[in-house]
């Protein structure tokens, strides 16, 4: 193994570290298994309860009517997340495009927006007008609010009654702590979270930004008074086999309100057709369970890894997880690129290739993005990225199979320690 190790750049040092890493996860692997082992139950079952056959994968063009296979996927979606409907679509480009579209769908001009868990995901801030864009809610006269986390990372319960109005008409919470220090929500923080609001307005709706949530833990946010939940199917849900997509499952009444967004007022869920995708969708949901616990154990292998060297890492080494992110703080740019490299030299895909610095659309400082994933931009796969600036933190995240975090993990370490960022 060893030898293996070195012929991929992996020094002896490293591995060394690493296998003694390793060996005290048992327990947290163990816990990751049963977790995917229930989860993988919930897929099939949602499957076997909406009869998938072949029929279903044939591909589709036009205007996609009567598509069997769409319309069962979207069948398959609401059962496996216990929502009322959903809307599962390669036209969705993106996680942004379906945050945007489910809000911007279900806001009318005059209403007003709430995330009573602070900023939100940095493309975020250019769907609501944050930072004034092209489009934006603000552009279209609806107001937001925003109510920030207590220093501990608990709600601010007095400050989001009193943010509540008779305006208040849809409340944004995020799971995953995107670009953020704060810790990720658990699925029970959420529940309590949406009980509180509804108590004070009973017919706000509740949106979750559930990216880099789904399968990480038994029950998903759709399971606890959610309106709507959203994601990205180049993230958990796609399994790594989704080449494009996003979804947003939820109350009926919300879901059409977003297929008249999506296609038209009018057509809503009767167009769009799946093309050759709609196969990698239900095989991608299939393996996402797995695929996310292999994503999940090499976060916490990271956390375990760096924590033990000294870097502030979040979560740390022992807490329990709610998404597959893991922060690693850095302290230099110098050792967020090396970091960055060190991921990407482990890739199946460019690994011959360096990642730098770029001002990316969306994001307020150069960030540098390191992945060599099959799919374009796919985070479920093994990917870390961070905006340059301090504390220079890496986000790192994915990893379709748990060998392969590893490795990167190590090669990330290895690129820190020949470049003399840290001592073992
Ligand atoms: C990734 C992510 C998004 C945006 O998704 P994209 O697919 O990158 O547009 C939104 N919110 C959170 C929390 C995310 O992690």
């Given amino acids: ?22 060996q005290k996860l048992d327990g947290r692997f163990e816990e990751i298994d049963k977790t995917a082992e229930f989860n993988q139950l919930k897929v099939l079952g949602a499957m076997q309860k909406h009869r998938v056959s072949a029929e279903c994968f044939m591909a589709t063009n036009g205007y996609g009517y009567n598509d069997l296979g769409r319309d069962t996927l979207e069948e398959v979606y609401a059962s496996c997340f216990r929502a009322e409907a959903a809307l599962v679509r390669p036209q969705i480009t993106c996680g942004t495009h379906a945050l945007a579209l489910a ?54 319960y007095e400050n989001i009654k009193a943010a509540v109005n008779e305006k208040t008409k849809l409340v944004t919470i995020q799971r995953s702590k995107g670009y953020q220090a704060r810790p990720t929500l658990s699925v029970a923080r959420i529940e309590e979270l949406i009980a509180f609001v509804k108590k004070i307005k009973p017919d706000v709706l509740v949106m979750v930004d559930n990216c880099y949530g789904e399968f990480v833990e038994s029950k998903e946010p759709s399971e606890t008074g959610a309106d709507m939940m959203v994601g990205s199917l180049i993230k958990n849900p796609g399994g790594g086999l989704a080449p494009i997509g996003g979804y947003i499952v939820g109350k009926k009444e919300c879901i059409e309100n977003a297929a008249c967004r999506l296609t038209s007022p009018g057509l809503g869920k009767e167009v769009g057709a799946s093309l050759g995708v709609i196969q990698s969708f239900y095989q991608g949901l299939f ?53 960055c490299k060190g991921i ?39 990917s870390a990225d961070g905006p340059l600036k301090p504390p220079y ?22 690129k820190l320690w020949e470049a003399g960022l840290v001592q073992l």
């Fill in 1 to 22: 193994m060893k030898q293996i190790y070195k012929e991929l750049g992996i020094d002896e040092p490293i591995y060394l570290l690493g296998k003694e890493v390793a």
């Fill in 287 to 339: 393996l996402a369970p797995t695929v996310t616990a292999a994503a999940l154990k090499g976060a916490v292998f990271a956390a375990n890894l760096y924590e033990k060297l000294g870097f502030p890492v979040i979560p740390n080494g022992t807490e329990s997880r709610h998404d597959i992110i893991q922060a690693v703080t850095l302290h230099s740019p110098e050792a967020l690129i090396a970091f």
């Fill in 103 to 156: 809000l911007m769908s279900n806001l009318r001009p005059g209403d007003e927006l709430l995330s009573p868990v602070g900023k939100p995901y940095d493309t975020l801030e250019e769907v609501i007008g944050i930072r004034p864009s092209r489009g934006s809610l603000a552009e279209y006269g609806i107001t937001y609010r925003q109510v920030d986390l207590l220093p501990d990372g608990g709600f601010d």
């Fill in 393 to 414: 933190t890496a986000f790192f995240q994915g990893g379709l199979t748990w060998y392969h975090a590893k490795l990167g993990i190590l090669m990330s370490l290895q």
């Fill in 344 to 382: 990407q030299a482990a890739a199946p895909v460019d690994s011959h290739v360096t990642p730098e610095p770029w001002d990316m659309p969306g994001y307020d400082s150069p960030v540098i993005m390191a992945a060599g994933a099959f799919v374009q931009g796919s985070s479920i796969e093994l």
